[in-house]
């Protein structure tokens, strides 16, 4: 049995000396959970290191892992099992096998270090010269062949990727050159996923943080019986002179890949000008031969220049922009080439959806098998869990699916073999019922027929159903309901005749355009069967977790119906990610209340394998203060429940406290509302009061907008506006003492919106974040009614199974029933992601003032730790004043 690693009281690796004593506790907590095969939920603020003690920890665990995996090599290779053997000879076989692990590990150091030479090289060279841009026009399609359209003739292999058979072959052959290792190495690693790229970027410079030169690596059998990370050994072979970067800095070790789209990651300029959708023309010119293939694509005879840019993957850590960089110097294609680093990379990162979706593990060859995931960010993992296992289908795409199969049945239908033909006439009998229920469905509701919900305004409506998959097929007819639906949607992937009928229908279709519209055609345009595969491989895998939703959407006369397939229940998509790891760790600002990402997710785990964490703030007590304020200036009860927030007099109050906190609250303000129709409300209301130009008066004002291109201008001009003000205070601090200096910038924005999350608003961009009322989801959408009453099934099912073993059904004092709490929680994580973004690091101050009564009420006990425990209560609005007050001259 190999020797359980002991929880190390100090990280050496972590670089700054000594570490916050919370940050060694959350590494501690990392540690252990790693070594004994924990899921934890890790809640760990801002400015608190979570990153850096993310990295630090596991990386320490996965340095002690390889020694404790090289001396169990050693000894089974040694046979210390046999007995018999003289101990001279035990230890003789023992030193030899060492050294040539010793041996291995110098080669692989030697090869890293070359790619390193030869990036450097590259880099020289890049900039003297510059290269030509490789051309790779696509194909007229009118030069091509008939033939190009059949599908391909071997349905039933490798359904996992997109490779062609082409491809395929070639690295058949690859695998079989005996010259080439039978089988490359692969080592433990660590996962670590984030919701978008640009999170992601911030891992690279915290791992550049570490130390982690100072890690034990070589280490003697003697030392390997007691040598934990505990920093009590160091390691007997010092970092050679070679292995430093330009500027004489220690290299690295941490074998690092980035993993990303092709959107990040392609190289070839010609094919993301033409291509309406890169993933599809990639694929396209995947199959491609000779001149015609992609030139970034190494072919088989050249593979040893792929092998070569996955060193430089390896050597030294890249994002994805340093990546798509090396790739262009290479002239390697960095999307293929990071795929080709995941076997021997330690540490990887990727997002969500490429570690979430298990086709695209599949696509990749992640294996997460006693590995061990880090998902940052997780307070989105639920939600992102869900869009996963969304598919949509408008009723024209479908009507554009059934013409182009049918015109495709009717050209190649003496060139298709008999199998081929039987798969595309039952799609055909699928796509024709679908599509006439639909039809029948959709003139219903415009004729007037009730539907579950009707929506109202801009001369819109809206109308829904919600099915259970089975009952959608019934109502399809006879014909359907005998479809074995997973069969034709193995075929459509297997063959992939999808991309071959768009691409004939396109070709047809040009045939009939003028040469303008030709040249306007861009290759790569998804074809509409994918919609139709989605939609069949969720009805032929769907379980009663599952929805069928109708809607009917557009204004009025041209009304269209759309098809979505929605998952009511997370868990089983996270359960084989779970399942197959070591262990997994979810962290994030703000993942209060934890027990929701319990129930959600974790139910069918036993409890002793769940752990938590969550951190104390580094920033002193006095640095914050939190605040529900339950009464307005006039004594009257202030509460936002949806049916005040049109209310005149509720707005005018409401901006007569916000005016008030203006005279208090120094430089940044930002005041979160719970919709954008509340705040557009309230803007429209305070501009014909005048309340809006007292605003400006003290701070100038500004409005989160809803269109994403006007985002980044907006938080520049806040910016501006706060920072000027900090300007003009300290001239006057020089000089002589004025009233009349600017008071900073006002900023409103929407709880769950764009400002909401991810931004950092720090130091004087945020001295008060402000929360008026509860951000409740709209009860009025078919989705969210149904995800309530589907947990309200599985409670009222898990008291059914829990009474037939004669026990009670155990709830937590206060907890409302099953959908009551998932309602709430989803109000509650909007709310505790907005509270985030101010006080940023150890030196940061702000007021976070929650304006509603009901925060005073058990809601509160869903808050952050670090904010729920020091919360007071205002009882009147002249406390809250008062206490603000003290607050802010405290910080003069």
Request: aromatic share 6%; with cysteine.
């Amino acid at each position: 049995m190999p020797l359980e690693l002991a929880t190390p009281d100090s990280f050496p690796a972590f670089p700054y000396n000594p570490p916050y004593p919370i940050q060694v506790d959350l590494m501690r907590h990392l540690y252990t959970a790693i070594e004994h095969r924990k899921v934890t939920i890790v809640e760990s603020p801002t400015g608190t290191g979570k990153t850096l003690s993310l990295l630090c920890a596991s990386l320490t665990w996965l340095n002690d892992e390889k020694n404790r995996a090289r001396k169990g090599r050693l000894d089974r290779m040694a046979g210390n099992e046999v007995s018999n053997e003289p101990q001279w000879v035990i230890d003789q076989t023992r030193e030899r096998h060492k050294r040539e692990l010793e041996a291995e590990e110098e080669e692989r150091r030697e090869r890293l270090q070359k790619a390193r030479r030869r990036e450097r090289e590259l880099r020289k060279r890049a900039k003297f010269n510059k290269k030509p841009r490789l051309s790779t026009k696509p194909q007229n399609k009118d030069e091509e062949d008939d033939d190009d359209f059949l599908p391909e003739s071997d349905t039933g292999e490798d359904e996992e990727d997109n490779l062609s058979p082409a491809v395929r072959a070639l690295m058949a052959r690859m695998n079989a050159d005996p010259s080439r290792e039978t089988k490359e190495p692969t080592c433990t690693k660590i996962y670590y996923a984030s919701r978008t790229h640009s999170q992601l970027t911030q891992v690279l410079p915290e791992l550049q943080r570490l130390n982690l030169s100072v890690v034990p690596k070589d280490i003697s059998s003697e030392e390997e019986e007691n040598c934990h990370s505990n920093g009590s050994k160091s390691s007997k072979r010092k970092a050679p002179d070679e292995e430093k970067d330009e500027q004489g800095n220690q290299e690295c070790h941490t074998n690092t890949v980035a993993l990303g789209s092709r959107k990040h990651l392609c190289i070839n300029d010609d094919l993301r000008s033409a291509s309406k959708d890169l993933d599809e023309a990639c694929r396209e010119l995947l199959g491609e031969k000779g001149e015609k293939r992609c030139p970034q694509l190494p072919p088989l005879e050249e593979d040893f220049r792929m092998n070569d840019f996955r060193d430089e993957i390896l050597a030294t850590p890249k994002d994805i922009e340093d990546l798509a960089t090396a790739g262009r110097l290479s002239n390697v294609c960095p999307y293929f080439g990071s795929r080709r680093a995941i076997p021997q990379a330690e540490l990887v990162t990727l997002p969500y959806n490429l570690l979430l979706s298990k086709s695209s593990r599949e696509a990749l060859g992640i294996d997460l098998s006693n590995q061990i995931i880090i998902i940052d960010e997780a307070h989105n993992l639920i939600p992102t869990l869900l869009s996963l296992s969304t598919t949509r289908l408008t009723l024209s795409t479908l009507r554009v699916s059934l013409q182009q199969v049918s015109i495709y049945v009717t050209k190649f239908k003496n060139r298709l073999s008999a199998q081929h033909m039987l798969h595309l006439k039952r799609l055909v009998e699928f796509l024709d019922a679908l599509g006439k229920y639909l039809g029948e469905w959709r003139g219903s509701r415009v004729g007037g027929g009730q539907g579950q919900g009707q929506g109202q305004g801009g001369g819109t409506s809206e109308k829904s159903e919600v099915l259970s998959a089975s009952e959608l097929i019934e109502r399809l007819g006879k014909k359907a309901i005998g479809i074995n639906m997973l069969a034709i949607e193995r075929y459509l992937k297997s063959s992939k005749i999808a991309r071959k009928i768009s691409g004939y229908a396109d070709k047809q279709a040009e045939k009939n355009a003028n040469e303008k519209s030709i040249r306007a055609v861009k290759r790569g345009a998804v074809p509409p069967l994918h919609a139709i595969e989605d939609l069949m491989l969720a009805l032929a895998g769907a379980t009663e977790d599952g929805r069928i939703i109708l809607s009917l959407f557009g204004k009025k006369g041209e009304e269209e119906v759309e098809v979505k397939y929605q998952l009511l229940n997370p868990s089983p998509h996270f359960k084989d990610v779970v399942e197959e790891a070591r262990a997994v760790i979810l962290a994030g600002g703000t993942m209060s209340p934890i027990s929701d990402v319990i129930n959600q997710l974790f139910t069918y785990l036993p409890p002793e394998r769940i752990t938590n964490f969550s951190c104390g703030h580094i920033i002193p007590s006095s640095n914050l203060l939190t605040m529900a304020l339950t009464k307005g200036p006039r004594g009257g009860e202030l509460e936002y429940k949806a049916g005040k927030q049109s209310d005149p007099q509720v707005i005018a109050e409401l901006g007569q406290v916000i005016l008030n906190f203006t005279h208090t609250i120094p430089a940044g303000m930002i005041v979160f509302f719970p919709s954008y129709n509340f705040l557009n409300t309230a803007k429209e209301t305070w501009k014909t009061t005048g309340v809006l130009e007292k605003f400006n008066s003290k701070k100038k004002v500004f409005f989160e907008p809803e269109d994403n291109a006007a985002v980044e201008s907006t938080l520049q001009d806040y910016t501006a506006a706060v920072q000027g003000q900090n300007q003009n205070q300290n001239q006057a601090a020089a000089s002589v003492q004025t009233n009349s200096n600017p008071k900073g910038a006002l900023l409103f924005a929407v709880i769950g919106a764009k400002l909401s999350e991810g931004l950092n608003f720090k130091d004087d961009l945020a001295r008060a974040v402000v929360v008026v009322g509860l951000p409740f989801a709209n009860l009025g959408s078919p989705e969210l009614r149904e995800r309530l009453k589907y947990v309200k099934w599985l409670e009222e099912k898990q008291k059914e199974d829990v009474k037939r073993e004669n026990g009670v059904l155990k709830k937590a004092p206060g907890m409302k029933d099953a959908a009551a709490e998932l309602y709430e929680n989803m109000c509650m994580n909007a709310v505790n992601q907005s509270i985030g973004r101010a006080i940023r690091h150890q030196g940061d101050w702000a007021a976070l003032i929650l304006l509603d009564r009901r925060y005073s009420t058990a809601i509160k006990s869903k808050l952050p730790k670090w904010i729920g425990e020091d919360l007071k209560i205002a009882q009147s609005f002249g406390q809250a004043v008062k206490e603000m007050g003290v607050f802010y001259r405290s910080k003069r």
